[in-house]
Structure formats: C-alpha cells, structure tokens
C-alpha cells in the first residue's frame, strides 16, 4: 500500500476529513465531534480560529470571522476578515489546511495526497478554484469526484443486487441530484442536475426575513449593527435545527438595538407550518430538478427503486415528505447524511492508495463543453456564430472527443478557440470558459483543416487543443486563463500567507515535514492519546472534559516543548484512561 490518501467533504456549512482504515472508512473526531464547521476568523489578538472557535466569534465579530465561502468559489469576489482581503479559494484552504492537520494528528505523519469532493454541479472553474485551495493548504495530489458520487460509494457496500437509486444532496449552500446505477460492484452515475445557490443558507435567510418582518411590524423600520445581524442569523439557524424536531421554536436575542433610548429585545415563536410555508418553493425547486435528471437519464419516478439523502438540509421533514409524495418511496436513513460524502471520498482514497475496495466507480460531466464556429448561409452569403457542444452532458468521465474545423480564408495565418459551457446554441448564452488563439499557419488555401480536442479528466477539469493538421503545430491550455484564475505568483503569494497565519511553529505543512508536533510525539503517548479520544464517547460529562483538557495540554505542551508540563499531563492522563478502562 502506498502513502496514507485522506478523504475531505468540504461543505458551506460543514466540513469533514475522513482515512480508510482496516477496510472501512474512519471519519476523523476532535472533541467527540466530526462535523468541522466551515468558518474562518481572526481574533482581537490577531489568532486564527478555525471551526468551532471560529464559528463561536461569529455573533460578537462578524466582521472579522467569514463563513459559507464555499458558494463563492471561481468568483472573482474577495471576502473580508478583520480588515484584510482574501480570495474565496485562501479561506478554503484554511480550513483544508485545519482538516489536514487533523489526519496528521491522527496518523501521525504528514498528509500530502486526497481526495476533495465538490458538487456534481460544480462548474469547471469552481473545480479548478477548490484545486487550488488545496494546493495552497499542501497538498501536492488531489483528486477530486462529485460529492452524490462519494456518497452513492459509501452506501454501495450495504447491497450486492443492481439497483437505480437516487441521491438527493440537499447541503448547506448547494443542491445535486444524481440518478445512479449500482450492479455487481459498479458505480455508474447516469445523470445529474443541480443548483450551487440553493441549500440550508437560504432556509436560514427566510427565518431571518421572517423576524425582520415581525420587528418592522412592531417597532417599524430599525438598523441593525452587524453583530446584531449575526446574532440574528445565528437564531434562525438553531431555530431551524429545531423545527425538524419540534411544531414550534422560540427566537430570542437580547438587545438587538435601541429605539427613542429603549433597548429593543427579540422574543417571537415560529411554527413549523410557517416555515415550511416559507421554504416549499425552494424544495419546489428541487423537485423540478429530479425530473430534469430523470429526463437525461430517461427514466420516471416509478424507475427509481431506493432514495439516499444527502447533506444535513435533508433532516427538514418536509424534504423528506416531498420525496416520499413525489417517488411512493420512503428513503433510506442507515447512512448519516452529514457524513456519508466524507466517508465515500475515504474509500475513493482507499482505491487510489491500493486497498482492497469493491466498488468501481464510473463518474460522469453534469455540463456539455463546446466550441463556436462560423456558418454559413449560402441563400443569404451571411455569417452566423454557432455553438458546436465536443463533450456532451452525462458523458462518463475521463472523456476526450475531437472534432475538425476549416480555415475561411486563403493564407489564414491564425485561428482563435473559444470554449464553452452549457446547453444553449447560441454560444454567448453559455458560460465562456477561455480562449486561445493558433498562430502562424501554413499559408494554404482556404479549407485547412484544424482538429480540436475537448478532454474532460477524472477531476472534471477540461483540457483543449487544437492542431492544424497538415503541419502538426498545436496549442494547449486547461482553461488556466478561466476568470479568477491564480497565477504561479499568486499561488506562491497565497501559501505564504496560509503559512504565516497558522504560523510556522505549528509545522504542519509538508514542507515543514520534520516540525510537525504529530510526527515528534512517541508512539506510547500517540497510542495513550488514541485511547483517551476513542473513551470520548462513553465518558461522563466531567471525565469528557478533563480528558479534553489533558488531550489539549499534551499537543500544547509538545508545541511549546516544556518537557515538565508534558511529563505532567501524560501521568494525569494515563491515571484517567486506566480509571476508566477498569
């Protein structure tokens, strides 16, 4: 077997890191918990907090802390935090960066390889981005596959007989559905349809617009400060984790502002009936996009035998309802829906690094990649730009298809190649992805013939060329120039960045391999540390939290290289694992 590969699901809401180990995938834990959630921030200290601590600072200094960044990945937009701008792909690759230390504290060796999920409706400029977030957290290999994929991968093992199921991937920030073929160890996703800016967030933000409605009702029009929106925000989401569970739940905030020098308090109670009233839309929406799937797949509800949710959006009963309405069907909850695309990604890395995984998986492209050519109308001796699709959508992936295109002209010296992405024939109605121009052709006369090829690798990333035939000089590019693109410069720039926010004492880059804590801790106390978080579970609340404590002091103490402190704390922490263990 070759070097350890790790799983990541890297969520808008939440992220997860997952290893395959002794034939299952092991989702990774820190603090009994292995949801990390999807935040960054900075502290007054100028500290950065990642996760849980991050997410805490959110509703005192929303300004200094960024969250959901996943939904702006291959844009050019910047996001804020304490001040400073940072590119959408930096902040994810804080948190891969923070996913890996946490392998490589479970491991205790540096992690260089893994395996990202992204939504199956991820463009292929988001997928470039969330390769370079991985990059600049360290890692010299990624592999990326669709995040319905990943989870149909890790439900796979639980039935041998071929079915059609559908995986219904409803996160906090996007939407997929994936129509997928299972039989005889085989994987093979049919079709995919989706929505990268709809998912829990927008549950959140109709609560939110619920209680902004009811204060103007009260207390007419307000402004609020941001931590005062935050706050709110943060409200509406326990609000919605209630919901699932009860008819109704309480939104309360303390001083949200004052009035005429009269502070303003927030009590309203929400029903479940109100707020499924308010979201029935967008699960409509998702609806509409089963059938779009089903339409590529040909197939009807009545075809699809199993149902998995996805993503922890699917815990609203009413998605649940909505799907058993729509496919007679209820669907199946063996699997955590927050878990399962971590889980699915890990045996995908299992796969790659040589483990014995019966699954083989057949991916395909949710989107068709094209050109433009001229053509022409002989009744009229007019010009008109054509879209001309090389990849067609549900292709299996890796595909590479070619196609020939003539020169207009006697002596054309140079051809440019636009590409494209999407369905529409007009080719400016699709997402321009790049461009590139063939220079310096044999002067022949009109009709030489140029070959373009379309490859579509198994990250879903796109590859053009084009040759001119008669002499074989080519172009290539892989879409690098696509919009938001980091240069070799900006790469360098943003690791360097990455590196000194986590600072370099923390070793936990690769190429600090040697400086890592994880790596230098010996392996009796690795194995005592091991046991202390695998009792985690079953602890009472007092013994849970002294073990955390001792577990903290440890790393603390091996970062700090304060030899007394660690003797200490590993004696306290053999005394509580032996108490316990009796």
């Known amino acids: 077997m070759g070097e350890q590969i790790i799983g990541i699901d890297l969520g808008t809401t939440n992220s997860e890191v997952a290893i395959f180990e002794d034939g299952q995938p092991v989702v990774l834990k820190h603090n009994n918990s292995a949801l990390f959630p999807s935040y960054v921030a900075m502290d007054q200290g100028g500290k950065l907090l990642v996760g849980e601590a991050a997410r805490n600072q959110y509703p005192v200094y929303p300004e200094r802390t960024v969250k959901s960044v996943k939904r702006l990945m291959g844009s050019g937009e910047k996001v804020t935090m304490a001040g400073r701008e940072y590119a959408p792909r930096e902040i994810s690759a804080i948190i891969l960066k923070s996913l890996k230390q946490r392998a490589e504290h479970y491991l205790g060796a540096v992690v260089t390889k893994a395996v990202i999920t992204v939504p199956a409706y991820f463009s292929d400029v988001q997928r470039l981005s969330t390769k370079e977030a991985g990059e600049i957290a360290g890692f010299a290999e990624i592999k990326m596959i669709n995040e319905p994929t990943a989870a149909a991968l890790a439900y796979e093992g639980k039935h041998d007989e071929g ?13 997929d559905v994936s129509v997928v073929r299972m039989e005889d160890g085989v994987i093979e996703v049919i079709a995919s349809h989706g929505n990268n800016r709809l998912g829990g967030d927008d549950f959140d933000q109709m609560i939110v617009e619920h209680v902004y409605d009811a204060i103007r009702e009260e207390h007419g029009e307000f402004a609020l400060s941001p931590e005062g929106a935050a706050r709110i925000t943060r409200a509406a989401e326990q609000a919605k984790f209630a919901l699932s569970d009860n008819p109704f739940a309480e939104i309360k905030e303390e001083y949200l502002f004052e009035q005429k020098g009269v502070p303003v308090h927030l009590s309203l109670e929400i029903s479940r009936k ?14 509409g996009a089963i059938h779009t799937a089903l339409k590529s797949a040909d197939l009807t509800v009545s075809d699809i035998e199993e149902i998995l949710l996805v993503g922890g959006s699917t815990r609203t009963p009413l998605v649940q309802q909505y799907i058993e309405d729509e496919f007679s069907v209820q669907p199946r909850s063996e699997v955590n829906p927050d878990l399962c695309v971590a889980s699915g990604a890990a045996i995908q890395a299992g796969m790659l690094s040589g483990e014995d995984v019966a699954a083989v998986l057949v991916d395909i ?30 292709s299996p992936i890796p595909v590479k298809k070619s196609e020939v295109f003539y020169t207009l002209h006697d002596n054309q010296e140079s051809v440019k190649i636009k590409v494209f992405q999407g369905e529409e024939s007009v080719p400016e109605d699709n997402i321009k992805l790049g461009e590139f121009v063939i220079s310096g052709l044999s002067r022949v006369p009109e009709g030489s013939e140029i070959v373009t090829t379309f490859e579509l690798d198994t990250n879903g990333i796109l590859h053009v060329t084009a040759t001119e035939k008669c002499t074989g000089k080519s172009k290539q590019i892989s879409i690098d120039n696509a919009t938001g693109r980091f240069t070799e410069e900006d790469m360098d720039r943003a690791k360097g960045k990455i590196v000194q926010l986590f600072g370099e004492e923390d ?3 690769a190429e600090q391999e040697g400086k890592d804590p994880a790596r230098n801790i010996p392996a009796d106390v690795q194995k005592l540390l091991k046991k202390a978080e695998n009792l985690l579970d079953d602890a009472e609340p007092e013994d849970k939290e002294e073990l955390i404590e001792l577990i903290e002091e440890i790393s603390d103490a091996f970062r700090e290289k304060d030899s007394d402190k660690l003797a200490q704390a590993v004696d306290d922490l053999k005394e509580i694992v032996f108490y316990m263990e009796s």
Do not use: A, C, Q, W
């Open 365 to 394: 492209t949710p989107y068709t990649f094209g050109t433009s050519t001229l053509h022409i109308d002989d009744n009229i001796m007019s010009f008109t730009e054509i879209y001309v699709p090389l990849i067609r959508k549900n």
């Open 507 to 509: 070793g936990v880059t």
């Open 274 to 287: 109100t707020y499924e009233e308010m979201i029935s839309p967008l699960i409509d929406e998702t609806i």
């Open 163 to 175: 079915k059609t199921i559908m995986v219904y991937d409803l996160g906090g920030g996007t939407f």
